[in-house]
């Protein structure tokens, strides 16, 4: 097979990185992708980087020894930390969210107020904040951990009305009256935005780093002559480390469409 005839591997600590997947499906169509839910160690966002960047390696291992063409790093969290030992590790390009995210709000942002929310992990970091500054450096930032978030997401109750409660408690009254953007900075997110739509209501726009990622990974396939021929059939793919039933149900969600053959894989630690 040659390389551009390759999936794409894609993967999150569960079923946040489907709203990735989603955009990447809809924007690159001829693609094939494997999607990787960690679901066996969820969550990330509340564990320390050394952890995230070995389960981070453990994942990407197993899709490079699969056959993947590209890496798309699906979770915030494990792009925050671990980027860097992913992009040293391994011999294919590696598309983290941040930057694309970070790129998008800094330029649809008139008034220069920005917030960003995700897990503990990505925002301790300060990822975010120092690829804000980069990209825009007169960008005054707001962030702020939401935790309850993911569990919140991962159960489906994004229609509940515990999540409006939720984000209230969160978010009511804590951006600048002159913010004008807020960056979902958690790909679990998403699928609350109409809950958080409703607390901050009309003035703010939610960014999520999804369609951003999709034109990255696009520009990066292009510039290296990956794209799979438009003839192709995409394959997909969708691996968890835990049950896949329930990653079948509320995955759906996410991904805004059936999720058929779910596989069970084991992410055994490999020595690196
Ligand atoms: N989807 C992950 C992210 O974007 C967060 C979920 C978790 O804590 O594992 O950061």
């Known amino acids: 097979m040659s390389r551009d005839e390759l999936p794409i591997g894609v993967f999150d600590s569960g079923i946040g990185g489907l709203t990735v997947l989603r955009q990447l499906h809809r924007q690159l169509p001829a693609e094939g992708t494997i999607y990787l839910g960690d679901t066996a160690r969820v969550p990330y966002g509340t564990k320390s980087a050394q952890v ?48 694309p995210g970070a790129r998008r709000a800094a330029a649809v942002s ?35 951990a ?11 109750w994004q229609g509940h009305p515990l999540a409006e409660q939720v984000a209230r408690e969160y978010l009511q009254g804590w951006l600048r009256p002159d913010a004008d953007t807020l960056i979902l900075g958690c790909t679990h997110y998403p699928v609350l935005a109409d809950a958080i739509a409703r607390v901050l209501g009309t003035g703010i726009r939610l960014v999520d780093s999804a369609s951003a990622v999709a034109a990255e990974v696009e520009k990066m396939l292009d510039n290296r002559q990956l794209r799979a021929s438009s003839g192709a059939t995409a394959t997909r793919e969708y691996w968890v480390t835990d049950v896949p039933e329930r990653f079948r149900r509320v995955g759906r969600i996410f991904l805004d469409e059936e999720i058929a053959g779910v596989r069970l894989v084991d992410v055994a630690e490999q020595p690196h």
């Open 146 to 156: 939401c935790p309850l978030f993911v569990p919140l997401a991962e159960e489906g």
């Open 110 to 144: 008139g008034s220069g107020v920005v917030g960003v929310i995700g897990t503990e992990g990505t925002i301790t970091s300060g990822s975010y904040q120092q690829a804000l500054a980069r990209v825009r450096p007169d960008l005054v930032v707001q962030a702020r």
């Open 52 to 99: 995230v960047t070995r389960y981070a390696l453990n994942n990407a291992r197993l899709l490079v020894q699969r056959g993947v063409k590209l890496l798309v790093v699906a979770c915030n969290t494990a792009s925050a930390v671990a980027l860097e030992a992913l992009e040293d590790a391994l011999d294919v390009p590696v598309v983290g969210v941040i930057e």
